[in-house]
């Protein structure tokens, strides 16, 4: 009986996805793409909870004691530092991954709940530069799109490092996705697969990134934010080096954090967790006596209100959201059926934003497709969104007897594995046990 039940089990090694990509791989010669983040599980936000009030702290009252959310970010050097609502902002994705609406659509939505948004490889759009209150401009090693004038338009500058889903790699965008205005924006051919830069054309190392931080700054006259994002991936040393080269703000994105198309292998493979990258950054931040002088934003799966609190709770001073976003916008959203089929998906399972084909018309160039985004009604989603997240965060604050959501602190923080316990240097819960401490 034994050995027939072994018989019929499959093998721990080849599940049948192994198998299926194994078979993929022999049939076409071509490495996997896809879009989004991580779909491995790994130490997570959700293997945190927070110690609530009771008899030993006193909670605040939610309906009239306030709690506040604002936060302002480059104050170190930037004569006009970014002041915002609530510390949660929209993460840099590129006109070209997304369509035209979608960059609209969020422009919208971060300026209805007063925080920024970020243009991303391929350049600045008049449709976000004029729908975002606050718009950061990122400095990417494509340079695509880059544009002097675009730098003086922006509220802030985020020299892009690396990214999170593929720290050491740079991006792809497929050929059906390179329109004439895409194209036009790169200097690219049109319909060519265009692949992105993972290195800067003008520095090597920590020491160029300050030559190339002054810079952005005479551009701008010494007046925007200079963020520096890097991917996590030695979190510690490049918040580190990133604070030596005169960086305002360091952007630490997690392997959760998504892509609009990059190999499998990179997403699924490269990076740690923003669990752990946040707690590193943090330390460099503290070991510099620099915590909250350089403000740390965080990225990489942040999800809910929840997350945003235990991400600031950690030392961040913002959170900063990519695939909710997009998510808010009607990502992966159960409409149009029949096209998710077509891409050989479902909802709630499509990473396909790299064939241009999205279905919902976010992650498209396909003037018939984008259409079905309609950006006002998807700018109020993203702005319903954030403030629930902003709400959410708030709540628990308040439920910690903080009244800002920055007074929350590793102490209100328990761990539900060892691993998280660890990685985060809270105990791990019912123990007072911080592994390695
Ligand atoms: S629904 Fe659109 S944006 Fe979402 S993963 Fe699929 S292709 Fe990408």
Not at 68 to 74: D, M
């Amino acid at each position: 009986m034994a050995q027939d039940r072994r018989r019929r089990q499959g093998f721990a090694a080849f599940p049948d996805a192994v198998i299926a990509e194994i078979q993929r791989a022999a049939d076409t010669g071509v490495y996997d793409i896809r879009g989004l983040g991580a779909r491995r599980h790994v130490p997570s936000f959700d293997d945190l909870v927070f110690l609530g009030a009771s008899v030993s702290r006193y909670p605040l009252e939610g309906y009239r004691e306030a709690c506040g959310t604002n936060v302002v970010l480059g104050a170190r050097y930037a004569k006009k530092p970014i002041e915002l609502k609530i510390p949660v902002t929209i993460a840099g994705m590129s006109f070209g991954a997304l369509g035209a609406n979608a960059k609209e659509a969020l422009g919208r939505g971060a300026t209805a709940a007063g925080t920024s948004t970020t243009t991303g490889d391929g350049g600045m759009t008049n449709e976000e530069r004029s729908h975002s209150k606050l718009l950061v401009y990122q400095v990417l090693p494509s340079r695509y799109g880059m544009n002097p004038d675009d730098l003086r338009r922006a509220d802030a500058i985020e020299v892009v490092v690396g990214q999170g889903a593929k720290p050491g790699g740079g991006g792809m965008l497929l050929g059906q996705k390179i329109t004439e205005r895409v194209a036009g924006m790169r200097t690219l051919p049109v319909g060519i697969d265009q692949r992105s830069a993972c290195r800067h054309p003008d520095w090597t190392g920590p020491d160029d990134l300050e030559i190339k931080i002054q810079e952005l700054r005479e551009i701008t006259d010494w007046e925007k934010p200079i963020y520096v994002k890097v991917g996590a991936a030695r979190p510690y040393y490049d918040t580190a080096l990133a604070v030596k080269a005169g960086a305002d703000v360091v952007v630490v994105d997690g392997m959760q954090g998504g892509t609009a198309a990059t190999q499998d292998v990179f997403i699924e493979h490269v990076g740690i967790p923003t669990l752990p990258a946040v707690r590193e950054a943090v330390r460099a931040l503290q070991e510099l006596d620099m915590h909250r002088t350089v403000q740390l934003i965080v990225s990489g799966g942040i999800r809910s209100g929840a997350d945003v609190a235990k991400a600031l709770a950690l030392g961040a001073d913002a959170v900063s959201i990519g695939s909710a976003a997009m998510i808010a916008l009607n990502c992966n959203r159960p409409l149009y059926l029949e096209d998710y089929e077509a891409l050989g998906t479902e909802p709630g399972k499509c990473a396909h934003c790299h064939t241009g084909r999205c279905p919902v018309g976010v992650a498209t160039q396909n003037p018939e497709l984008e259409a079905r985004l309609d950006p006002v009604m998807a700018g109020r989603r993203v702005a319903n969104y954030l403030k629930v997240l902003t709400l959410e965060a708030q709540t628990i604050a308040r439920a910690c007897g903080k009244s800002h959501v920055h007074n929350l602190e590793p102490e209100d923080l328990a761990a539900l594995t060892v691993e998280a316990a660890a990685m985060a240097e809270v105990p791990l819960a019912g123990t007072r046990w911080i592994p390695g401490k």
